[in-house]
């Protein structure tokens, strides 16, 4: 197998692990905040096990690298449970969807970090996203579980933007497996005070399906991912993660019987065919 088949078969092996993880969102019968703290957990000693296997050192080279860490693992954390929870107060489908926000969000963040302006495109195509947004949710209301499923799903794709635009600028020296060891110990830390009581009532089944989320639908997904970076553009495995929606939305129908309305394919077709353009032109602008 030559080098960019490998890439390719590790980018979508990793998307479709990461459209079956959504499902634990509602498998797992434990807040957000709860699943994503147990599951970090697993993480932690399966990303170990691995980098000691490989036989490097857990360290990072410089102080500083620290608090960048902390400041991704913040991000990381948040970002997961905003994610979980949307999926949970609404459906897998909405969930994905408004994630799936982020490429045009990260347009617009960038500029703060590299001072360019977005192009009359990138506004064209946070329209889009906006006009596809509004598809998803049938009435704006506080009240309404679609619409705070797009909330939370919105802000949960605002911080997975800033921590990648970090985690480029400031970590991307370091593979993504010492990225992610240090930032689910800080997720962990960061969510131990607001949950940490839950694990002495965590069922046998329960901590079965945490170990399984924590190990391979967790570290297993981000190493394969971060592997086929070695093999492929960005734009191909950006491309490619976009079927995250398709499969997260597939296997919500097929295993939890979330059907999706009309309106929320529409929409998520439009949500998603723009997250492919912002793909496609960022990596023929670079």
Not at 5 to 23: K, P, Q, R, W, Y
Not at 135 to 163: K, M
Not at 231 to 245: E, F, I, N, R, Y
Request: glycine share 6%; with cysteine.
């Amino acid at each position: 197998m030559n080098k960019h088949n490998e890439g390719l078969l590790s980018v979508h092996s990793a998307v479709l692990i990461f459209g079956l993880t959504a499902l634990f969102s509602k498998l797992i019968s434990l807040s957000a905040i709860e699943i994503t703290l147990l599951r970090s957990l697993f993480a932690i000693f399966a990303i170990a096990i691995y980098i000691k296997f490989l036989q490097e050192s857990l360290l990072l080279k410089n102080p500083r690298d620290y608090i960048t860490a902390a400041i991704l693992g913040v991000l990381l954390g948040t970002h997961w449970v905003t994610y979980f929870h949307a999926m949970q107060v609404s459906s897998i489908a909405v969930g994905i969807i408004s994630l799936y926000t982020y490429p045009v969000i990260t347009v617009f963040l960038e500029p703060f970090f590299h001072g360019e302006k977005p192009h009359i495109k990138d506004i064209i195509s946070a329209f889009l996203v906006l006009f596809g947004i509004y598809l998803l949710v049938p009435e704006f209301s506080i009240d309404n579980e679609t619409a705070q499923g797009v909330f939370w799903g919105v802000f949960s794709a605002f911080l997975f933007a800033l921590r990648n635009i970090i985690h480029g600028r400031y970590f991307k020296a370091y593979p993504a497996r010492h990225a992610l060891f240090y930032q689910t110990i800080i997720v962990f830390v960061m969510l131990l005070p607001f949950s940490g009581q839950v694990i002495v009532d965590v069922s046998q089944t329960q901590w079965l399906q945490l170990l399984i989320l924590g190990v391979f639908f967790t570290a297993v997904p981000h190493t394969l991912f971060a592997h086929s970076l070695l093999h492929l553009k960005a734009k191909t495995a950006g491309l490619v993660g976009c079927m995250q929606v398709v499969y997260g939305t597939l296997f919500a129908a097929i295993f939890l019987a979330e059907m999706p309305e009309w309106t929320t394919i529409i929409g998520g077709a439009i949500v998603v065919g723009t997250a492919v353009f912002e793909t496609v032109s960022s990596g023929q602008k670079k």
